[in-house]
């Protein structure tokens, strides 16, 4: 099984550029796929997106298309996450989670971790 550990958060002000990782344990990591979520104070929790563990494909859910970028590096077994042109709407705590396919990946309700808190100040 493999573990996550979301980290590159902080404290930003709008317009900024963040880039958050994902980074995992376990030999297995590239047989996984990877989902991005974020979860808002007082909202629930929002899907970004999920990277495929064959092709690398990375889809995105509507409202995040445009300035979250996904990319992935077997080597270094981290999934990144790039937000530009970050605004207050931003600050949520964002997760990584992996799961066996991007077939409803939206859906996810497996385990979560700690997450990494992003705070964009206006």
């Known amino acids: 099984q493999v573990q996550l550990v979301e980290s590159g958060g902080g404290l930003v002000q709008a317009g900024d550029s963040l880039r958050l990782s994902c980074a995992a344990s376990g030999r297995t990591f590239s047989y996984y796929a990877i989902a991005w979520f974020r979860q808002a104070p007082g909202k629930e929790r929002e899907g970004i997106s999920c990277t495929g563990s064959e092709d690398g494909t990375t889809h995105y859910t509507d409202s995040m298309k445009g300035r979250f970028t996904v990319s992935r590096d077997h080597a270094k077994n981290t999934v990144n996450l790039q937000i530009n042109i970050l605004a207050p709407e931003d600050t949520a705590v964002y997760y990584c989670?992996?799961?066996?396919?991007?077939?409803?990946?939206?859906?996810?309700?497996?385990?979560w971790g700690q997450g990494t808190q992003v705070t964009v100040s206006s």
């Open positions: 989670v992996a799961g066996l396919s991007c077939r409803d990946w939206i859906n996810y309700d497996g385990d």
